[in-house]
């Protein structure tokens, strides 16, 4: 009597189904229109998936499904090219997503303002020092860009409303720690 033995595909057969049964960015829930597949934080695009050739039975690609995300494009930019360690960008759109009531449209564009401008103020070597105290937007004043000024200055200042909440977070954390050593 023989074995049967599992039924075995290669791999890029099943992400491609994969691809085709995710509907919504694992990170920001949006509707996904192009979408962008990553393994492990980086991207695989499509010519890498069609190569991977390795045959896999249905319970190997159980385990395998567990590394990979579909994303949409903005989230995957953002999740896995490199940033200017300028602003924290995800930690502001996760707090544009969960602690306002913007829409998607609104986040996406002042995510991609605030990430344009840490990589300007990269380049020209301004010390993140100038996030730690006073007013963001004023520290920042004299090295905003001369074009579209007044869109950097509003998000600035709603990254400072990030890092207040940050830091609100912080401190009642601290508190609640405090309470339950008490106890
Ligand atoms: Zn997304």
Known sequence: MTVQQPKRRPLSRY??????????????????????????GEIVNKIAISRLDTLLDEAAWQQEQKEWVALCRFCGDLH????????DIIGFKQYLFEQTEMSHGTVREYVVRLRRLGNHLSELNISRQLLEEGFLDENLEPWLPATSTNNYRIALRKYAQFKAQMRFTAVQKVAVGAVTDIY
């Open 80 to 87: 896995c090219k490199e940033q200017s360690d300028f602003f």
């Open 15 to 40: 992400l491609k189904d994969f691809k085709h049964s995710q509907t919504h960015c694992a990170h920001c829930h949006k509707l996904l229109d192009r979408i962008t597949l990553v393994r492990r």
